[in-house]
């Protein structure tokens, strides 16, 4: 019996994809609106989850969203996005968004995020899908990294568990 398929990272990710920041993107603080920027995130990690799997997706979790910096008008938004590892029918999926002054070229880190998506199948229930297999160094070291997030958020829904059946609330 053939061992369970797998999928290198290129194969699903998203390199710089671009958005062009306009008065609307703005908020009352005259930075872009980190909501659109998390939305933008999420439909672009739903990308990199289908690709991978083959199946309609859904988001089960955001964490670990660090806006680092603004990102202001007349910027342009560079998105990345790509698959850190998958266990079972789930995946996460990191994402880095840069802003670029469109005039000089300069770039910087503006948001870091960890998206997890779940595999469907046409009954809407979990299936299995593709080991990710890292193609280079920092893929592998997020493949590591991903595994410490995943059970940090199982040791933390456990916590959250055990406290709810203590609670008076």
């Known amino acids: 019996m053939p061992g369970k398929p797998s ?3 290129s194969a699903s990710a998203i390199e710089k994809h671009v958005y062009k920041v306009f008065p609307n993107d703005m908020n009352s603080h005259n930075t872009v609106f980190g909501g659109m920027i998390m939305a933008k995130c999420d439909r672009l990690a739903l990308v990199v989850a289908e690709r991978h799997s083959a199946h309609v997706c859904v988001t089960a979790a955001v964490d670990s969203i660090h806006f680092r910096a603004p990102a202001k008008g007349n910027d342009t938004l560079l998105f990345s996005l790509s698959l850190n590892r998958s266990w079972g029918s789930s995946m996460e999926i990191g994402a880095r968004v840069e802003a670029e002054n469109s005039y000089t070229g300069d770039t910087r880190h503006i948001l870091s995020a960890f998206f997890t998506f779940v595999a469907l199948d046409e009954d809407d ?3 299995d899908v593709p080991e990710v297999i ?19 958020r199982l040791a933390t829904r456990k916590q959250l568990s055990t406290a709810a059946g203590q609670s008076s609330d």
């Open 7 to 9: 999928k290198p990272v």
């Open 125 to 127: 229930r979990p299936v």
């Open 134 to 152: 890292p193609e280079t160094d920092d893929q592998q070291r997020r493949y590591k990294n991903a595994q410490i997030r995943r059970e940090g």
